[in-house]
Nanobody, 119 residues
Framework: QVQLVESGGGLVQAGGSLRLSCAAS????????MGWYRQAPGKQRDLVAT???????NYADSLKGRFTVSRDNAKNTVYLQMNSLLPEDTGVYYC?????????????WGQGTQVTVSS
């Protein structure tokens, strides 16, 4: 079982920045993909960005250039640096963990952290 603890959400004005963190713990943190999804009110949960153990990243096309995902493998922690925030970036941001060590592969989610961008 993997546990995910998120931090760093909050209220920020448009144009500002926030940094989210998510620390993973448990028995399956060896080989994995970590990252972030977000869900705006009344909408589905969508990809923000993911990163593998080896550092390969995948971003939602619309967020490239403003958001940067990174990770510290020693700390089993993934980060999301969000710059030039827009009101449409408002939503609940969920940490994502895909276990690629133990079959069947499983996906875990954090509890979510609220990001609100005011205009």
């Amino acid at each position: 079982q993997v546990q995910l603890v998120e931090s760093g959400g909050g209220l920020v004005q448009a144009g500002g920045s926030l940094r989210l963190s998510c620390a993973a713990s448990g028995t399956s943190v060896g080989v994995n993909v970590m990252g972030w999804y977000r869900q705006a009110p009344g909408k589905q949960r969508d990809l923000v960005a993911t990163i593998t153990n080896g550092g390969a990243t995948n971003y939602a096309d619309s967020l490239k250039g403003r958001f940067t995902v990174s990770r510290d493998n020693a700390k089993n922690t993934v980060y999301l640096q969000m710059n030039s925030l827009l009101p449409e970036d408002t939503g609940v941001y969920y940490c994502y963990f895909r276990d690629l060590l133990n079959r069947p592969y499983r996906t875990y989610w954090g509890q979510g952290t609220q990001v609100t961008v005011s205009s």
